[in-house]
Every structure is written in C-alpha cells, then in structure tokens.
C-alpha cells in the first residue's frame, strides 16, 4: 500500500521471486518480485480492486494490515499464479508431445523400457500423465534422497497439491506420504523395503524405476525383484526409465520389452579440450570459471567436483578472488549442491540469476542426471567423481576420486544445451577422453559391499543368491564375502538360511552391523543407549560441525564430551541432541518393539553398551603397533586413528580399538572409535577370533622370541600355556 495505493490498480506482492514480474488476475495486476529478501507480512505491499476500501480505511488510520483473510487471499492468488505458469511451463518440455502416445505404448505393454535425454521430463510428468490416464498408485524410484525429495516438490506445486498428500516422497527414515499418496517418489532403497512387507506390491498399479542408467545398488537389485513380480502380477506396469541411448541391454533384461525413445531437444554444445593435462584440476576449474564470468556473454555455468569439501574449498576461493575484480564486473553467484546441503540451501540453486550476473554452480554428481538446473550454459568438467570401490578380500570399501567413464562426461556436456547453445569445457585432453576414459560406469553392484543385499534377498525368501537373476552379477567372491559377515554376525545360519537374529536385524532399515548392534544390546541391557547411537552414527560425520574458520574452537567444544576418554560412541550418546537423530531414533525405538527388544538402559555400565557395540563390529577390530599405527586384526592391514577420534588426543593411545568405518584418504583412517578389551573378543566372538588373535602385543613378542630361540613345538607349548593364563583371566 506504499507504492500502489494511490492508484488502487496495482498489487505488489512482493515474494521468493528475484524478479519483477507482471500478470494479471482477476480484475488486479500482480507485480510479483521481492524486497530487500525481507519477507515478513508487513512487507507485503497490496491493493485489490475489491479490498480497496479495507486498505485505504487502513492506510488512513496509519495501521499496519495484518489482515488475514487478505493474506489468505493473497496467498491464493499467488498460488494460482504458480498453477497458471506451470501449467504452461509443462507444455513446453520435450516429453509433452508424445503424452498420447506414450500411455497408450504403456496400456499395449506390461513393461516399456523409456528413453530421453535428461530434462526431457521424464521423471516429474510420467507419473502424472499415469496419474491423468487413470492408473491409481504409481512408485517412482530415484537413485538419491534429494532427487525424490525435490521432484515431488515439483510435482506437488505443479498438480497444486500439499506436498505428503496426493503427492509424497519416501526416503529413508523420511516418510512424506499419507493414505491419500498416489504418486510417491522414492529411493530404490525404500522401494527394496516395501518388498519385505508387501512381496507382490499389491499397493501399486505402476512401479517406474527412474534413472536406470545409473546402475545403482537398489536399482539393480529392484531389476531383478520388479521383473519378477511382473510376472505373476499381470496387471502391475512397470516402466524403466533411462537418460542413455544404451536402451537395448534394458531391453534384453526384460524378455525383449519395447523401448519408447522420446527424442531430444538438445541444441549443439561446442567442447573444449585442454592442450595439456592439468595438474590441479580444482584450480583449473576456478581459473575456467573465472574466464567465463569475465569474458563471456549471460549464461549459468556448472561445475561438477568431487564432494563436499572441495565444492567448500571452490566456493572460498572463487569468493575470494572475485572480490578482487572491481566494480566493473558484474556479480558471480556462488552456489554449491550436494547431498548432504541442507534443504533450504539446496533450493537456491533453483533461483534465477538476475540480469547481468553469472550464477556458478559447484555440484557433485548429483546435477549429471538426477537434477536439472534450468539456464546452464557453460559446463566445466575436471573429468572426475568420487567412487566407492571395494576389496573383497579385505572387506574395506573406500570412496575414491576416480575418472569418469565417458558416458558420464557425454551426460556432463549435455547439461549446457538444454535451452541454447552450450559450450563444455573439459579439464582434460581429447586423447585422454578417446584413449583413457571407459565407456560406461562400473556398476555399482560389481564395486561395493553386499552384506546389505544379502540380508535383503535371503529376507524375502530368495536362498539361492549365486543364481539371482542379475543384469550385471556381481562378482561371486564378494557376494561370498558378505554371506560370510552375515554368517559371523549370526545372521545366517551354517546353511546360509536366515537365523531369528537374521530376521530381527532384517527389519531396521540399517547396515547390517548397526541392526545387529541393536539385536545384540538385548543382551547387554542397554537397547536405549545402542539405539542412539545407532542414530548418530546413521546421519554420518556431520554431528561436529568444524567451519574451516573455526576449526580450534570447534575441537575444543567436541574434546568436553571426550572426559574421561570414554571414545567415539559413547561421546555420541552425550551429544544427541540433534533434531534428526532425535527422529531416526524414535524410529528405531518404535522398531524396537517390533522384534521384541526390551528398551533398557545401562548409562552406568558404559562396559555393557561397549560391549554390545563390540558384539556387531568385531571384524573391525585393531591393535596398536610401536609406531603409533594400528593393525586390523582380521586381514592385517595398517590403519590409523582419523584426527576427528577424541581418542587421537589420548596419551598413551588405547592399545586395542573398535571402528566403525576405514576412510581412505591420504591413508586408511579408522572413524569412531572406541577402546576394547581384547578378551572381549573372544567371549563375544568365539566363532571368529582365536586366543591367539586377541593376545596382547607383550605376550606375543614373548612367544616371538621363545619362537626364535627354541624349536617349533616347544614354543608352541609356550604359545599354550600364555594363552591358557590369558583364557583364565578372561
Ligand atoms: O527426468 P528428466 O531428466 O527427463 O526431466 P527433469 O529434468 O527432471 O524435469 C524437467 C523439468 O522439470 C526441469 O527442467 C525443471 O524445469 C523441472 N523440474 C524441477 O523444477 N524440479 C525438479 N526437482 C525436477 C524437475
Ligand atoms: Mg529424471
């Protein structure tokens, strides 16, 4: 009422929009645009033809308009604004014109194999073109947490609906749905869970695993799973959703399924090559970036590092170098994306870049294929992504900074020419992108830990996991190797079959060894503590924030909940008071009582809750070496206490510790720690350690010595009577 009260013709609304924009609804003209980013309610500035007289009483008699039928109103025009537009907005992308023909391809067809390049619209307009047609419960499964978070956002706003009512998202230990949920997105994780409950899907009319191409863990899995179902569920539709023209193996897959090819409207994007390898990949993308933002004409760009750390890294330097360009040049947005940013920041990549400005944005993978950031045209691609590969023989699984395959450096490029021509610039030479990049990424099934899908497959009955009908197998010795944890975690039983144990660690939506901490605090009495934990340690290793600024003051915060050297467990147990941990484990309480686990606390025996966390990792199991180094004790491979571990600062070091996790960085780093008593080993463990495996490094440089000095089965008897002594104190 500042600006367009005296006309009385015009309404300012001034809202998340940066720009100013013009329509027109009912009989007001709407001026949409935003103000000093303040948005609280006495910063909305109005006039409705048919309010004019409330608003005018008001400005006179000097009022503040709180109004709330006004705000609803006004709420509501805005809404339906938003409708208007992106109902437009839907006719516009690529898919729209083969909606027709597409569902009736789905009616003529059980199972269709759908193809388009990314931003054709596949994800957020399938389900609801289905939705339209008619079809009641369609699941949507994404590859990541964020991508089926924020596309049921998108599809909420685009059907007008509240987000978690006729539109939901699924993820773990998140569930935005209601009994009113008919178009649900979902991590393939979620969906695997469903399986467990509901082994036909009966719920679902259509299942739409998305984002096929990316081969991940679950959707592999869900292949197998969902190909089944089909077969005896005539009326189920299943739909595979893919973003490469590499549809045939898909095809092949599902019994010679048709493939759907929705064409493209990619406009040329230009590639550009470096002349020499660089040897710095992330100051390259920084100086390239930079290059762009100087010289070249409007235009997002996108950057796609490595993780979160480095996209910090990016970030703090492009802000510091572009404070030293003058005021000529125009303003440089900074924006990072990646999994673990909090939501709300999550959703500022989406803003538009106001003019002149060049917005950059420092994503992971994430924005290759699940998300499509709308006005990039420069992309810059340092040619690399973290990969978690896995050592079967050892166990470890490690993430490592590794070329991408050039099907994902074609899927990079793509993404700046979407709406116009694009240019790439690719951090690497062209005879490394012929010579040295492979063509597809290793699935992730052929590169990871399988402890999860075995529990996950034997749960739902399927024994015989050697002969599963895989797309890609994984290699048979790790899927050994995980029967082998689930046997020594008591999950599986000599026959491979799943124990009761097995059944009961099958229901938490955890790692194997999380689940089987908690089954085993039943025994220790302490499920109350154990589930927190097993909380914590869920929402990963962001609990300590440590703000590159700050870090002295951040460790010294996180050493006060280290008193008394207790280690890395039970210091989580005194912070929890995080919000998210708090949720996950009212979850878990609640399937506490599902597999009959008494809630019991023990807070005053911190043995027993070490001792239920030692009853699920001990194959993590390290012991000190003279250098201040550890050895695992299975699998001899040196490792080192992570500089996070309150129990680094510790003098002397704990002789023998329990992880929970190796990260390879510059070396392997144990992370979250806490000390053992090596006899415990062997009373919780039988099975899988010996005496010997558990000796104290003391007596066994005794019988290295007897060794040397007398003959073998003299030093043997040494050897017994040690242990002999050791098994009496124990
Ligand atoms: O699945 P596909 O890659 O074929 O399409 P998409 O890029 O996910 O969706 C097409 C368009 O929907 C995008 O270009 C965005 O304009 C919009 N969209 C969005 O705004 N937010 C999302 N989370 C997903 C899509
Ligand atoms: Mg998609």
């Known amino acids: 009422y500042r600006d367009g009260g005296e006309s009385g013709r015009k309404m300012n609304l001034f809202a998340e929009q940066d720009a100013w924009e013009e329509h027109q609804i009912g ?33 006179m008699e000097g009022d503040k308009i709180e109004d709330e039928m006004l705000m609803e109103s006004l709420e509501e025009s805005k809404a339906n604004f938003t409708l208007e537009k992106l109902k437009e907005e839907r006719k516009t992308l690529p898919i729209y014109p083969y909606r027709d023909e597409l569902l009736k391809a789905v009616g003529d067809h059980q199972v269709l194999i759908i193809v388009g390049e990314t931003g054709s619209g596949k994800t957020p307009q399938i389900p609801q073109y289905l939705h339209e047609d008619g079809y009641t419960k369609i699941g949507c499964t994404q590859p990541r947490r964020v991508a089926a978070m924020s596309v049921a956002a998108r599809v909420s706003q685009e ?215 709308d006005g990039i045209k420069y992309v810059i691609d340092p040619g690399f992504c973290k990969m978690k590969s896995y050592n079967p023989r050892t166990g470890m ?111 938490f939506p955890l790692d194997p060894m999380l689940s089987k901490m908690i089954v085993a605090s039943d025994k220790y009495k302490c499920s109350e503590e154990i589930i927190t934990i097993a909380a914590m340690l869920s929402i990963g290793n962001s609990i300590f924030y440590r703000p590159k600024d700050k870090q002295v003051h ?76 550890y050895r695992t004790v299975k699998h001899p491979q040196t490792v080192y206490l992570h500089q996070s571990s309150g129990l680094a600062q510790v003098e002397p070091l704990p002789r023998w510790v329990i992880y929970h996790e190796l990260v390879l960085t510059t070396k392997e780093y144990m992370r979250q720690v806490t000390e053992l008593k090596p006899e415990w080993l062997v009373e919780i463990a039988p099975h899988y350690y010996q005496l010997k495996d558990a000796e104290d490094c003391l007596e066994q440089r005794k019988c290295q010595r007897a060794k040397d000095i007398w003959p073998l089965h003299e030093a043997a008897a040494v050897e017994d009577q040690v242990f002999t002594k050791k098994a009496r104190l124990c």
């Open 159 to 373: 059907m007008g609906v509240k987000l978690g009512h006729e539109v939901g998202y699924s993820i773990r230990f998140e569930d935005c749905t209601s009994d009113k949920t008919v178009l649900k997105y979902m991590t393939g994780g979620m969906l695997l869970r469903e399986f467990l409950g509901e082994p036909d899907l009966a719920g679902y009319s259509v299942i739409m695993v998305d984002e096929a191409h990316e081969r991940t863990l679950s959707t592999d899995i869900l292949f197998g799973l969902v190909k089944d179902v089909a077969r005896f569920r005539p009326d189920l539709k299943l739909l595979i959703s893919s973003a490469t023209l590499d549809a045939e193996k898909f095809s092949d897959y599902f019994d010679s399924a048709p493939i759907f090819k929705i064409p493209g409207r990619r406009y040329p994007v230009e590639i550009h090559y470096t002349k020499a390898p660089e040897a710095d990949y992330l100051d390259a993308a920084i100086v390239t970036a930079l290059q762009i933002h100087v010289t070249q004409p409007p235009g997002d760009i996108l950057v796609f590092l490595t993780g979160e750390e480095e996209i910090e890294t990016a970030e703090e330097i492009l802000k510091h170098r572009t404070r030293g360009l003058g005021a000529k040049i125009a303003e440089l947005i900074i924006r990072p994306i990646y999994a673990n940013l909090p939501t709300d920041m999550q959703a500022k990549i989406f803003e538009p870049t106001p003019e002149g400005a060049h917005k950059v944005v420092l994503a992971t993978n994430i924005a290759e294929t699940s998300l499509t950031i």
């Open 27 to 59: 009989k007001a003209t709407v001026k949409f645009g935003s103000k000093d980013k303040k948005q609280s309610a006495d910063n909305y500035e109005f006039v409705f033809e048919d309010q004019i007289d409330f608003i005018k009483a008001s400005v």
């Open 397 to 507: 699984e490690s993430l490592l900074v590794t070329p991408i395959s050039k099907a994902s450096a074609n899927q990079r490029a793509g993404r700046s020419g979407r709406t116009g021509p694009g240019k790439c610039f690719r951090l690497y030479t062209a005879y490394n992108y012929y010579h040295d990049l492979e063509d597809n990424t290793v699935p992730e099934i052929q590169r990871t830990n399988l402890a999860n899908v075995v529990l996950t497959l034997k749960s739902l009955g399927i024994h015989d996991l050697l002969n599963f009908d895989f797309m890609d197998p994984p290699p048979s010795e790790a899927l050994l190797k995980a029967l082998e944890l689930q046997y020594a975690l008591g999950a599986l039983n000599k026959l491979g079959e799943l124990t009761k144990v097995g059944r009961r660690m099958a229901e």
């Open 554 to 629: 951040a460790d010294t915060a996180r050493m006060r909940f280290h008193e008394g050297n207790v280690g890395d467990h039970i210091a989580l147990l005194k912070v929890r008071s995080i919000k998210r941990a708090r949720d996950i484990r009212d979850q878990l309480e609640g399937l506490l009582e599902r597999v009959e686990i008494e809630p019991t606390s023990s807070l005053n025996d911190l043995e027993a809750i070490k001792k239920a966390v030692t009853a699920s990792f001990f194959p993590h199991s390290a012991r000190l070496q003279k250098n201040g180094s």
